[in-house]
């Protein structure tokens, strides 16, 4: 599950404040003020009507950069509603845990941000509310993060050309995983890297 061909907009456009402006109202007249509540809302549902349509006992979510946002509050919510844990194996790649500053920038700036923004600004209420409350028990979570110094404006020193790595192992989240592994990949990179495909499987395997 990722979202990043969806985002690259809100990713790279904090750069360019005119082609923001443009692309937000645009976005802003489609979506909702909290897009990623309402994604993670939305995914939820999907997730409890595929159980509850073909039967099975439990499944493995994998979800890239901010995929894995709305993927853990997803996850929160579904067991809540299916009223136990389907869902054992939760794995993240270059998720942005603790936010991004450009997206806090863009929307301190901007009248028009793109919603994702909002969301993705450290310390908002989305990622308060995620990280607020921890896992359901019995889900464990491998985190995958990728890390090439890019020297791109906007990102810190440490990062992978879309986010920096301390928001990818913001502790609160180190703390709370079963495993930390990192690769030496760009964002997208890391998607396409046999490494990462290998790590999964060999996790999945019965």
Known sequence: FSLSQSKLIPYIVPMFPA??????????????R???LHLALATSAALLLLKQRHGFDRMAVVAHSMGGLVSRGAIQRVVKQAGTNFIPEFFTVSTPWGGHEAAASAVKH?????PSW?????GS?????ILSQPLPPGTRHDLMFSFQH????????DNDG???????????VQTQAATIFGLPLGHMEILNSPSTLRRIETRLAP
């Open 162 to 172: 879309v986010v920096g790595v301390a928001s990818e192992l913001f502790e609160p």
């Open 125 to 129: 209420g989305y990622l308060r509310e």
């Open 34 to 36: 909290r897009l990623a």
């Open 110 to 114: 901007l009248k028009y941000p793109v």
């Open 118 to 122: 909002r969301d993705m600004a450290p």
């Open 150 to 157: 890019s020297g791109r404006p906007g990102l810190p020193p």
């Open 19 to 32: 082609l923001a402006l443009l692309a937000g109202r645009a976005v802003d007249r489609m979506q909702t």
